[in-house]
């Protein structure tokens, strides 16, 4: 069945530019493999992700 996760989290003040760069590879490298697929949107306090995938 086709599942979808939505949350909204902190963005901790030093969670930088640079991390949410190693956020977005790590998705790139494993989402795919898992058949995930997302959104993340960010400002500079917080996260919003959506992710869908068959649930196993
Ligand atoms: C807000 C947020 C969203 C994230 N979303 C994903 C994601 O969709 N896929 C993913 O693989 N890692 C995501 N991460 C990163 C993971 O926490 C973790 O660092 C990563 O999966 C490690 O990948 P690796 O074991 O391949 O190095 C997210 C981290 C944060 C803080």
Avoid: H, P, W
């Avoid at 963005?11 to 058949?35: H, M, P, T, V, W």
């Avoid at 917080?46 to 068959?54: D, I, N, P, W």
């Amino acid at each position: 069945m086709l599942s979808q996760i939505i949350y909204v989290s902190v963005r901790n003040a030093n969670c930088s530019d640079e991390e949410i760069q190693k956020i977005l590879e790590s998705s790139n490298r494993n989402n795919g493999k898992l058949d995930i697929t997302g959104v993340l949107l960010y400002s500079r306090n917080k996260f919003l992700q959506v992710l869908e995938g068959e649930k196993t």
